[in-house]
């Protein structure tokens, strides 16, 4: 059974900082790897899809990289704001499209 | 804009009642899912349905059917709701057989059972 990991727990940083969130998994047929937020006592908003074909994806602040091979993904946030401040969660795809396996998130503060 | 919706943000039900969650997509997906999430346990799937009248049991089926009679609808239903269904529920659609298999979710549904 696949498995994801996400280190650390929790991180605060002061404003400004970039930061690098990790995701690791114990399977490395993947079909796709997707990052969310979410924001307490809400659902989860997707931030960036990679494709198990591509090694990375950006979104304005925010960078995602794939290495299949070595089962990891980091998630990469330039000049922290305070609303970033969300539990970050990744999830791997597998090829059969139906199910989704979520790490256990990286909960982030930035304080001003 | 795409969009997961989930009927209710909040919901406080009796012991023994039957509960029905919905959740309604736009995207012309053809998965979509349900999740229960609690603290300290992460998410954890409860049914999945890939296709109208199709469904397939997640990790943790027990006291939940579940319907789906057109693409766009979801249906959770609680038979016989119980304390310790008390949760956050999550709503989500994904496409298939596609590159970009982008998953979305519902606003969610807190879920108390008194």
């Known amino acids: 059974k696949q498995e994801v990991t996400q280190i650390p727990a929790a991180l605060s940083v002061p404003e400004g900082e970039n930061l690098v969130l990790n995701c690791s998994f114990t399977d490395s047929a993947i079909y796709n790897l997707q990052w969310f937020r979410q924001d307490p006592g809400k659902g989860l908003t997707s931030l960036l899809l990679?494709?198990?074909?591509?090694r990375e994806q950006t979104s304005g602040r925010l960078n995602a990289s794939l290495d299949k091979s070595s089962g990891r993904s980091t998630l990469y946030i330039a000049a922290s704001q305070p609303g970033d401040s969300a539990t970050y969660l990744c999830a791997v795809q597998l090829y059969n499209f139906n199910k989704f396996y979520f790490g256990s998130g990286t909960k982030l503060n930035v304080k001003p | 804009d795409v969009k997961v919706t989930q009927s209710s943000r909040y919901l406080v039900k009796r012991t023994g009642e039957k509960v029905f969650l919905e959740c309604v997509q736009d995207?012309?997906?053809?998965?979509m899912f349900w999740y229960r999430q609690d603290p300290g346990l992460g998410l954890r799937l409860i049914y999945f349905?890939?296709?109208?009248?199709?469904?397939e049991k997640g990790d943790i089926p027990e006291g939940y059917s579940v319907s789906r009679e057109k693409k766009e609808r979801f249906s959770l239903i609680l038979e016989s709701a119980s304390t310790n269904q008390t949760s956050m529920y999550l709503c989500?659609?994904?496409?298939?057989?596609?590159?970009?298999?982008?998953?979305?979710f519902g606003q969610g549904t807190r879920l108390t059972v008194v």
């Open positions: 349905s890939y296709d109208v009248k199709m469904k």
């Open positions: 990679i494709q198990s074909s591509q």
């Open positions: 995207m012309d997906h053809e998965n």
């Open positions: 989500a659609s994904s496409p298939t057989g596609q590159a970009n298999t982008e998953a979305f």
